[in-house]
């Protein structure tokens, strides 16, 4: 077995201090998914309900109330509320997640392979930017990832096959679920399955108790929705949980419906600078499916983490880019194994100086560091061309936030008066973060011309706040005076 080298986890803490918690201090939620969040945790905080979550005045079934009571605590005890959410709702878990893949990927092959990929997951940019973002996705694939870590680690005898480490394997995939929804348990039951069935060795599912697993978690969610059911309300609660949220978005959604090839496409962006290695593997891999018992155990893991889950996602009706979060780990695998595998040949030269010139910094950083030769030290230059830029970009939040985000249209709020806003509803969410704005306050209107006559009707001290691209259509309103506007928002004033 491998060791662990503790420099290489300080070497990885270091990137978490010097980016992720630079950007969680400074950057101000945004307005559609955070600070609603924080709207639904005040209705949490004031019904005195842990089951059953509310928006203002409407159920909110979307999503399991774990990641709400963990927002809960640190709105109720601590005034820095949204950066302690975000640091231990997202970026302690991403640390986490990185730190178990150095771990298991070193024991399973070498120290350097571990930390090529938990460095390389620590840096794909998608993934960074979700570490420091108010959602469950990444506590979400944390537990994927406990579980799946334990599941690795009994199956190739690094840990021993005890109760205790059964139960944290089943506990995990329940609390994925009890995070954000079915696809916490069925992303890592399909790793699970398919990969014992490519072993041809699903007999292994009795030494892991997988029967008695599988019932503890369906115990453990049947007990949830038998809480909601005794609820007020709980029964409708629990019908839109069924129809609308979980058989809803995976038949037949509302919103972010997408053709099946959508998440193909789109992982070009998600995973990049490692598409690229990427797509080639797969189609290096996939070419040579049918010498798949050949494969080393890692690239099997590999190629289960990233296709299984992916075939399952695009099946889906709904889909968004964040969906993709728990299959990162195996896409990011699936690379460095095909890079390892082609690194001394033409082909993994050429691949990376591409990769290298698209990023250019790799360029001056190979001619400085002399590396020409050792392929591993070259490719570490991505990873560390990703940290310089985004250290870099981490001290631009100050402007970023001055000229993209509502922080600097709030700060002009300083009384209790009317706001209007025109076809930005999502406007209402700011009590969730600002309190000194209520949401009865508010009155969004949808139509241009119903927004001017009410404006023009109403003579008392109010605001209006929009989105900067319609700003001129406010130009003739009588004594309603452009206070500031960025980017993305305006606000007027009139006195």
Partial sequence: M???SYKNIFKILFIYLIIYIPIALTRFPDIRNEIKYYAITDNLIKSREFFILKYFSELYPDKPPLYFWLIRFFKENFENFNFLSIVFGSIIPSFIIVIL??????????????????????TT???????????????????????????FSIYFNL?????????ILYLSIFLGIFTKGIAGGMVPLSIILIFLILEKDLS?????????????IIICALTWFLTIYLQPEGKEYLALMFKQETVGRIVK?????????FYFVRLSFLIFPYSLFWYCGIFHYLKDIKNYRSWNCLEKISIIWSIVPLILFSLASGKLDIYMLPLFTGMILLSLNFFIKIKNKKIGKVLLKILSTILIVPLFLNKILKNRVNQYRRFLTIPLSIIIIFGILAQGMGTFNRYFTLKPVVAQIQDNRKIYTYRFEDFKNIEGIEPKIKDSNITNIQELEEIKEVLNRDNSKNYLVIKSKYNDKFSDIENLKLKFTNNSYSIFKRE
């Fill in 159 to 167: 840990i021993k096959n005890s109760w205790i480490n059964k139960v």
């Fill in 2 to 4: 491998q060791k662990i």
């Fill in 125 to 151: 940019p998608f993934f960074m930017g979700i570490s420091v973002f108010l959602r469950m996705d990444m506590l979400m694939n944390l537990f994927i990832t406990i579980s799946l870590y334990y599941f």
């Fill in 101 to 122: 893949m150095y771990h298991l990927f070193a024991k399973l092959k070498s120290e350097k392979f571990g930390f090529l990929v938990a460095i390389s997951l620590a």
């Fill in 204 to 216: 292994y599912l009795k030494r892991i108790n997988f029967l008695t697993g599988l019932g503890f």
């Fill in 253 to 261: 959604a509302k919103t972010h419906i997408k053709p099946f090839y």
